[in-house]
């Protein structure tokens, strides 16, 4: 079964700092790729997503992610984070499995960006 | 705007109730799917429906059961709620057709089991 690994629970930062979360997923196959964001007290929402051609995704607010797969890695970035960045990230993958088109989330990482 | 609603954001139930969580999708899409959100695990997929009365288990069934009667309708029921099943359960929707869809969410319903 195909599981994703997100390294840091929790990341604090100043604003203008850079971010990096780190995503590695397990899954021979074919894939698709997501972040998602849930900001405090809000639905869970898509930031960016892969699927095929350019492995380097520009998503909303800024935020990009590239997916190299000789690693089997999908890290989000943010040149600039903003405290308004404050919100918990989930990385995700889509793979075909026995029982069709099957999402597996990964931990979370909790980040709180310092104004 | 897809628009899926849960019908509660938060309840409070006693062990051994029966509990019912409802979900509603106003984009007709064909899937729909319960996860459970934990610190540190990131969401569980407990079960999921690709059509009207038709369901499939996710990764972590035991202890619940669904009901997909209407299209737009998704619940998911716990026969015996229990401690362990305090949780926060969100609800999903997505198209049938390309794997790279993505997938909506609701609120969330935070449940306590006391």
């Known amino acids: 079964a195909q599981s994703v690994s997100q390294h840091n629970h929790h990341v604090i930062l100043s604003e203008a700092a850079s971010l990096e979360l780190g995503c590695n997923y397990s899954y021979g196959g074919t894939v698709n790729l997501f972040w998602y964001v849930q900001y405090p007290g809000q639905h869970l929402q898509l930031l960016l997503k892969?699927?095929?051609?350019?492995?380097l995704v520009k998503g909303i607010k800024g935020f990009e992610a590239e997916f190299i797969k000789s690693k089997f890695s999908f890290n989000l970035r943010k040149p600039s984070v903003q405290w308004s960045d404050t919100a918990e990230y989930f990385c995700a993958v889509n793979a075909l499995t026995n029982a069709g088109n099957m999402l597996t989330f990964g931990g979370g990482t909790r980040l709180m960006v310092k104004p | 705007d897809v628009k899926v609603t849960q019908s509660s954001r938060y309840l409070v139930k006693r062990t051994g109730e029966k509990v019912f969580l409802e979900c509603v999708q106003d984009m007709d899409h064909e899937n729909m799917f319960w996860y459970r959100q934990d610190p540190g695990l990131g969401l569980r997929l407990i079960y999921f429906?690709?059509?009207?009365?038709?369901?499939e288990k996710g990764d972590i069934p035991e202890g619940y059961s669904v009901s997909r009667e209407k299209k737009e309708r998704f619940s998911l029921i716990l026969e015996s709620a229990s401690t362990n099943q305090t949780s926060m359960y969100l609800c999903?929707?997505?198209?049938?057709?390309?794997?790279?869809?993505?997938?909506?969410f609701g609120p969330g319903t935070r449940l306590t089991v006391l």
């Open positions: 429906s690709y059509d009207v009365k038709m369901k």
């Open positions: 999903a929707s997505r198209p049938s057709g390309s794997r790279s869809d993505t997938q909506y």
């Open positions: 892969y699927f095929s051609g350019d492995p």
